[in-house]
């Protein structure tokens, strides 16, 4: 059979767990860590599992006192998610008591369910406000109001969602390259879907998941869509420092016989919840944290958390707001605690007290981010992201690939995500029956990774990839010849987009298109390879996009690229029009001003592709 995936587990990830704690909640009326069995049906839908009504009465006649905790409802989430067909699993419920959810736009995936919360709308409210605060382009519009839709109408004109790419993730975007409103601020209709849509492809490009957004969304303030897009910014932002290179006392968290290359593959959530345990433990706190929604409501471990980090320098910090008994005034007490040291941000007292996993998530982030507070680990090879491995890991997690890969290395070792990818690039392609699912038992599971690996070695082979010398153990092993296969991904996808009368492009029609275009339109440039020198300084990228679009191009801001920091601004001018027209591209600065002949392929053939379009209409 093929089509679509079965659910992905992999025993259960700790960015699923944080995700059905989520789901859980919402049926945890009290806040009590428990739900009743009568909810238990509707709880398993919330997380993507359907079970019909007679198997979930017998599961609950297990329960004798009417309650489940959260520790058996994973149980119990686990063992009908392995013995499930995807027949069987519907996507979340569309309805949950504490978040109104509303259905997408016309662009949405079935399998993606947004929420609007006020919560979080005005924890990024409070965010947006304090990071950039002093950024002169946005004066006139910060700081933002907390009340009404007056952060869905700052985001319209796209100016402010750019500005916030930009703070998750340096240079993403050319600033030059925005509309920017007039003086009376006003911004024609067709600008502002320019902007998005450069905001759009940015966001793409550091790895987030937009295939069910559009400009018009953004534009007209569609709330539980730029939230979840605003989300999607902000978490990798706050994420992007937790890393070796960044801190390498991390290595601290690892336990006896724990590798590095396994803290690499861990999400930011488990890496979070290690480093909370540890610092408390060198206060000698004996809570041990495990997620941040129940394990954090009663405020204990962020009291003693920031006992814990709180610099010598600042304070004093103690735990005199665990005197009182009332949650909520403990939490208000602790987050003052949080305000003196300057890490009060996204939480306010009852999304403590009512165990918020997202806004929980980005306070401990941001805390760690502030505040590491970790011992020197001493020498040791820090193992780091090259360019290549993080671009095809943005590519990767764009396409919303299950599960979502951190670290390319380990996290395809099982063969899944890069079955699923297959799936992605080309639907239909995959047999789902000859896929070996999670839970892997520790008898011979290995073996069912292996064949995966093997499977989607076959599944390349299909898509007539050159693949000698790689085999399914290599990507088992975790070996760098793992790239081959996804770059051949990648250019596949990227090419496919050019099928004309059932064949994918060739390189030299690629060439030979974008110099009859540059020739046509009047231009100088011209390209003999991918390998021209002459891309160096982007010439031929941003005659091409004026080629495309007429006078799209403001040359005043191209440079004569005389040295390496103008031939960079050249390329960030560059990639920042080619995705402001449509076009998706995933090459770095870098990767044209050192003239990486795979990366550049994908920009002249995403910008034919635009081309295509554009004549066709």
Same mark, same amino acid.
């Given at each position: 059979?093929?089509?679509?995936?079965?659910?992905?587990?992999? /025993?259960?990830?700790?960015?699923?767990?944080?995700?059905?704690?989520?789901?859980?909640?919402?049926?945890?009326?009290?806040?009590?860590?428990?739900?009743?069995?009568?909810?238990?049906?509707?709880?398993?839908? +919330?997380?993507?599992?359907?079970?019909?009504?007679?198997?979930?009465?017998?599961?609950?006649?297990?329960?004798?006192?009417?309650?489940?905790?959260?520790?058996?409802?994973?149980?119990?989430?686990?063992?009908?998610?392995?013995?499930?067909?995807?027949?069987?699993?519907?996507?979340?419920?569309?309805?949950?008591?504490?978040?109104?959810?509303?259905?997408?736009?016309?662009?949405?995936?079935?399998?993606?369910?947004?929420?609007?919360?006020?919560?979080?709308?005005?924890?990024?409210?409070?965010?947006?406000?304090?990071?950039?605060?002093?950024?002169?382009?946005?004066?006139?519009?910060?700081?933002?109001?907390?009340? =009404?839709?007056?952060?869905?109408?700052?985001?319209?004109?796209?100016?402010?969602?750019?500005?916030?790419?930009?703070?998750?993730?340096?240079?993403?975007?050319?600033?030059?390259?925005?509309?920017?409103?007039?003086?009376?601020?006003?911004?024609?209709?067709?600008?502002?879907?320019?902007?998005?849509?450069?905001?759009?492809?940015?966001?793409?490009?550091?790895?987030?998941?937009?295939?069910?957004?559009?400009?018009?969304?953004?534009?007209?303030?569609?709330?539980?869509?730029?939230?979840?897009?605003?989300?999607?910014?902000?978490?990798?932002?706050?994420?992007?420092?937790?890393?070796?290179?960044?801190?390498?006392?991390?290595?601290?968290?690892?336990?006896?016989?724990?590798?590095?290359?396994?803290?690499? +593959?861990?999400?930011?959530?488990?890496?979070?919840?290690?480093?909370?345990?540890?610092?408390?433990?060198?206060?000698?706190?004996?809570?041990?944290?495990?997620?941040?929604?129940?394990?954090?409501?009663?405020?204990?471990?962020?009291?003693?958390?920031?006992?814990?980090?709180?610099?010598? /320098?600042? =304070?004093?910090?103690?735990?005199?707001?665990?005197?009182?008994?009332?949650?909520?005034?403990?939490?208000?007490?602790?987050?003052?605690?949080?305000?003196?040291?300057?890490?009060?941000?996204?939480?306010?007292?009852?999304?403590?007290?009512?165990?918020?996993?997202?806004?929980?998530?980005?306070?401990?982030?941001?805390?760690?981010?502030?505040?590491?507070?970790?011992?020197?680990?001493?020498?040791?090879?820090?193992?780091?992201?090259?360019?290549?491995?993080?671009?095809?890991?943005?590519?990767?997690?764009?396409?919303?690939?299950?599960?979502?890969?951190?670290?390319?290395?380990? /996290?395809?070792?099982?063969?899944?995500?890069?079955?699923?990818?297959? /799936?992605?690039?080309?639907?239909?392609?995959?047999?789902?029956?000859?896929?070996?699912?999670?839970?892997?038992?520790?008898?011979?599971?290995?073996?069912?990774?292996?064949?995966?690996?093997?499977?989607?070695?076959?599944?390349?082979?299909?898509?007539?990839?050159?693949?000698?010398?790689? =085999?399914?153990?290599?990507?088992?092993?975790?070996?760098?010849?793992?790239?081959?296969?996804?770059?051949?991904?990648?250019?596949?996808?990227?090419?496919?987009?050019?099928?004309?009368?059932?064949?994918?492009?060739?390189?030299?029609?690629?060439?030979?298109?974008?110099?009859?275009?540059?020739?046509?339109?009047?231009?100088?440039?011209?390209?003999?390879?991918?390998?021209?020198?002459?891309?160096?300084?982007?010439?031929?990228?941003?005659?091409?996009?004026?080629?495309?679009?007429?006078?799209?191009?403001?040359?005043?801001?191209?440079?004569?690229?005389?040295?390496?920091?103008?031939?960079?601004?050249?390329?960030?001018?560059?990639?920042?029009?080619?995705?402001?027209?449509?076009?998706?591209?995933?090459?770095?600065?870098?990767?044209?001003?050192?003239?990486?002949?795979?990366?550049?392929?994908?920009?002249?053939?995403?910008?034919?592709?635009?081309?295509?379009?554009?004549?066709?209409?």
């Amino acid at each position: 059979m093929s089509g679509s995936p079965p659910p992905l587990m992999r /025993d259960i990830s700790n960015m699923s767990l944080a995700e059905f704690q989520e789901a859980f909640d919402e049926f945890d009326v009290k806040g009590e860590g428990r739900i009743s069995v009568s909810s238990l049906g509707d709880a398993l839908a +919330a997380c993507g599992a359907r079970v019909p009504g007679f198997k979930v009465r017998d599961i609950c006649e297990s329960y004798k006192d009417g309650f489940i905790s959260f520790d058996d409802f994973i149980k119990v989430l686990s063992q009908v998610k392995a013995k499930t067909t995807f027949k069987d699993n519907i996507k979340p419920i569309e309805a949950r008591k504490k978040v109104n959810i509303t259905g997408g736009s016309a662009k949405s995936s079935d399998w993606v369910t947004h929420s609007y919360a006020e919560d979080e709308k005005l924890a990024f409210v409070d965010w947006i406000n304090f990071r950039l605060n002093k950024d002169k382009g946005l004066a006139k519009r910060l700081p933002i109001s907390e009340e =009404g839709d007056h952060l869905f109408e700052a985001l319209k004109d796209g100016v402010l969602m750019n500005k916030l790419v930009n703070d998750s993730v340096t240079d993403t975007v050319d600033e030059r390259a925005l509309n920017m409103p007039d003086a009376n601020g006003k911004l024609s209709i067709f600008k502002m879907r320019e902007n998005q849509t450069l905001a759009l492809n940015s966001c793409v490009a550091i790895g987030c998941n937009v295939v069910n957004i559009g400009a018009e969304d953004l534009i007209n303030g569609t709330r539980h869509l730029c939230l979840g897009l605003l989300w999607q910014i902000i978490r990798i932002g706050l994420m992007a420092k937790i890393t070796l290179k960044d801190c390498p006392g991390l290595r601290a968290l690892l336990d006896e016989f724990e590798s590095l290359e396994q803290l690499l +593959a861990m999400s930011p959530e488990e890496i979070l919840c290690r480093w909370v345990n540890y610092q408390l433990n060198k206060i000698g706190c004996k809570r041990v944290v495990k997620n941040f929604t129940s394990d954090i409501k009663d405020s204990e471990v962020y009291a003693n958390l920031l006992v814990a980090v709180c610099p010598a /320098d600042q =304070g004093p910090i103690g735990l005199e707001p665990l005197n009182h008994q009332d949650l909520t005034q403990r939490a208000e007490l602790v987050l003052q605690n949080a305000d003196v040291i300057g890490v009060r941000s996204f939480v306010r007292a009852k999304d403590i007290v009512s165990g918020n996993q997202k806004l929980n998530l980005a306070f401990v982030a941001n805390l760690f981010n502030t505040y590491p507070a970790m011992d020197d680990a001493g020498d040791f090879e820090i193992i780091e992201e090259t360019r290549e491995e993080k671009t095809f890991r943005n590519w990767m997690n764009s396409l919303g690939t299950t599960p979502r890969v951190k670290y390319i290395y380990e /996290d395809l070792k099982d063969g899944l995500a890069l079955i699923h990818l297959f /799936d992605k690039i080309e639907n239909g392609s995959v047999n789902w029956k000859k896929v070996n699912t999670p839970p892997f038992k520790a008898l011979g599971g290995s073996m069912k990774k292996l064949e995966n690996c093997n499977f989607a070695i076959e599944l390349g082979q299909q898509f007539n990839f050159v693949l000698v010398g790689v =085999g399914g153990k290599d990507i088992h092993d975790g070996s760098k010849l793992t790239l081959a296969l996804i770059w051949q991904m990648m250019r596949h996808y990227t090419l496919k987009m050019l099928t004309h009368d059932g064949k994918i492009m060739k390189d030299n029609e690629i060439i030979k298109w974008c110099n009859e275009k540059l020739q046509a339109a009047g231009k100088s440039s011209s390209l003999s390879s991918f390998k021209d020198s002459s891309i160096a300084n982007s010439t031929p990228i941003i005659d091409l996009i004026d080629a495309i679009q007429p006078g799209y191009i403001n040359y005043e801001l191209v440079t004569k690229a005389s040295n390496d920091e103008e031939k960079f601004l050249n390329a960030r001018y560059a990639i920042t029009m080619a995705r402001k027209i449509g076009a998706r591209i995933f090459a770095l600065p870098e990767d044209i001003t050192e003239v990486n002949a795979k990366m550049v392929m994908t920009v002249f053939a995403c910008l034919m592709s635009v081309g295509f379009m554009r004549d066709q209409k």
